[in-house]
Nanobody, 125 residues
């Protein structure tokens, strides 16, 4: 069973940047797509970004396109989310997730089977 641990969250002013990391245990990390989701206070979990197992394909929510970048280092079993030009509406708990299968780059919650506990990102205005 894979374990995912996020880090890098915190408090930042609007316009600032943060880099989230998600470290995965297990030997199968490089075989699966990985994704980032977020859950704003009082709202449902929503897709942020995803990356294919070989990092060739990336997908983004419209709300973060051009500001966030997802990447991965399979040698380190780690996926990253670089967040620039942060806005107050980006405030949320950010969770990383591993894809359910070795195929495709999903963008829905149903496409992911393992989840981290999340890291809080707060953007002040």
């Amino acid at each position: 069973q894979v374990q995912l641990v996020e880090s890098g969250g915190g408090l930042v002013q609007a316009g600032g940047s943060l880099r989230l990391s998600c470290a995965a245990s297990g030997r199968t990390f490089s075989s699966y797509a990985m994704g980032w989701f977020r859950q704003p206070p009082g709202k449902e979990r929503e897709f942020v970004a995803a990356i294919s197992w070989d990092a060739i394909i990336t997908r983004y929510a419209d709300s973060v396109k051009g500001r966030f970048t997802i990447s991965r280092d399979n040698a380190k079993n780690t996926v990253y989310l670089q967040m620039n030009s942060l806005k107050p509406e980006d405030t949320a708990v950010y969770l990383c997730a591993r894809g359910s299968s070795s195929y495709g780059t999903p963008t829905s919650i149903a496409g992911f089977s393992s989840w981290g506990q999340g890291t809080q990102v707060t953007v002040s205005s």
